[in-house]
C-alpha cells in the first residue's frame, strides 16, 4: 500500500497548523519570491483532504459493487484515513476561529 500522499498529506496539515497556532518557524514577507501564502497552503489542504474522501469513497462504493479488487482492509483503512485528515481540517478551523475572536474582541 503506497502511503507517500497520506504521509504528505498529514505533514501540510500539520504544518499549516502550526502556521495557525503562530508555531510557524520565521514567516516569510509576502513581497519575498517563494513566499508561501496562507490561502494557498488552506486551500491546497482543502483540497487534498477532499480528495481524500472522495478517493474513499469511491473505493468503498468499487468493493461493495464487486467492482475493481479492493480489499476491505484497503477500504477500512482509506475510510479511516480520509476521516483522520478530516478531524485534523476541523481542529485547524476550530483554532483559526478562535484567533478571529480573539482579534474581534481586542481593544484597540
Known sequence: MDTRGIDQMLSELRATAQLASGKALAPKQADEPGAADFGQILKGTLDQVSRAQQD???LA???SAGAGNASLQDVMMSLQK???SFQQMVQVRNKLVSAY???MNMQV
Do not use: S, V
Request: no cysteine.
Open 56 to 58: 474513499a469513497q469511491k
Open 61 to 63: 462504493q468499487d468493493f
Open 82 to 84: 480520509a476521516n483522520l
Open 101 to 103: 475572536h480573539d482579534i
